[in-house]
T-cell receptor, first 115, second 110 residues
């Protein structure tokens, strides 16, 4: 068990460019989450997958954002036409679907800076 | 409601106890959590408490829950330099969503 892995750790991009982040969850976990954390704030829910199905998306997730989890394993989060307001830490978490006391295990995050 | 509030900073002397406070708004929350975040790292689950409990102890950590006042606290006994981090309180809103506070930065001084 190597934990939740995210790549890259840091990404600097120019406004208007597209970026893609990858998350590899803990291998036996069937749920995968994306959260966003801005400086001085707690993480905010973006979206989650149960296996390969994307079941819920936050209103924070504009049309420029798309997430996939093909085959129910790793996930990617793509941001198109990045804006300065997209600068944040993007956190991935995974869990077993264990009822109301589900425990999330977080990765170290991808820090995005949009110039 | 989805507002979880925490004090922003706490400074404590090494060896003393730390108490971090949190208030939440959703009285139907079933579980409440404490996470720790060290610089450059993701969030680490420290402990949690079910809403029908008043207290939970786990080694140096004690969680107190006052459901009437929607108040949660985390006490760290014998605080060490390695406890310096940001601590997040979170409430479970539903089957898939946690709502986090803004975090309390704990600084342990020698």
């Amino acid at each position: 068990d190597t934990g939740v892995s995210q790549d890259p750790r840091h990404k600097i991009t120019k406004r208007g460019q597209n970026v893609t982040f990858r998350c590899d969850p803990i291998s036996e976990h069937n749920r995968l989450y994306w959260y966003r954390q801005t400086l001085g704030q707690g993480p905010e829910f973006l979206t989650y997958f149960q296996n390969e199905a994307q079941l819920e998306k936050s209103r924070l997730l504009s049309d420029r954002f798309s997430a996939e989890r093909p085959k129910g394993s790793f996930s990617t989060l793509e941001i198109q036409r990045t804006e300065q307001g997209d600068s944040a830490m993007y956190l991935c978490a995974s869990s077993l679907d264990a009822g109301t006391n589900e425990k999330l295990f977080f990765g170290s995050g991808t820090q995005l800076s949009v110039l | 409601g989805e507002d979880v509030e925490q004090s922003l900073f706490l400074s404590v002397r090494e060896g003393d106890s730390s108490v971090i406070n949190c208030t939440y708004t959703d009285s139907s929350s079933t579980y409440l959590y404490w996470y720790k975040q060290e610089p450059g790292a993701g969030l680490q689950l420290l402990t949690y408490i079910f809403s029908n409990m008043d207290m939970k102890q786990d080694q140096r950590l004690t969680v107190l829950l006052n459901k009437k006042d929607k108040h949660l606290s985390l006490r760290i006994a014998d605080t060490q330099t390695g406890d310096s981090a940001i601590y997040f309180c979170a409430e479970r809103l539903n089957d898939y969503k946690l709502s986090f506070g803004a975090g309390t930065t704990v600084t342990v001084r020698a």
